[in-house]
């Protein structure tokens, strides 16, 4: 089985993830404070920008087809690669999704 070195940018946290383990599985166990909500690709909470490498997400249901050559929900993220993620950059997708949203109601 092959592992590969995460390395989360700005944090100087490193981990080593076997290829059949998801990213986010792999910090639970390390005690890396990743965030995340429904583990099952979903929400976007986990969300990681790849900075470097590659990852197998087939499961990533609420990344688009191009988000998904960005962008890793580390829930369902795989490595292919040695990587180089940024946590907490979500895909432009939710930005989308902010802008559409009803302004809150004045009390």
């Known amino acids: 089985m092959t ?3 995460v390395e989360f940018v700005g ?16 910090c ?4 890396i404070a990743q ?7 979903m929400c976007l909470a986990c969300s990681a920008e790849i900075v470097e490498g590659e990852v197998v997400q087939p499961a990533a249901h609420a990344l688009t087809e191009s988000e998904a ?9 795989r490595p292919k690669s040695d990587l180089k993620l940024d946590r907490g950059k979500y895909p432009p997708s939710i930005e ?12």
């Open 11 to 26: 944090t100087g946290e490193t981990i080593q993830v076997p290829e059949t383990r998801t990213i986010l599985s792999a």
């Open 69 to 77: 050559e960005s962008y890793a929900l580390t829930c369902m993220a």
């Open 35 to 41: 965030e995340y909500s429904c583990r099952v690709g």
């Open 96 to 107: 989308d999704a902010d802008a559409g949203a009803a302004p809150a109601a004045d009390d």
């Open 3 to 5: 592992e590969y070195t």
């Open 28 to 31: 639970l166990e390390a005690g």
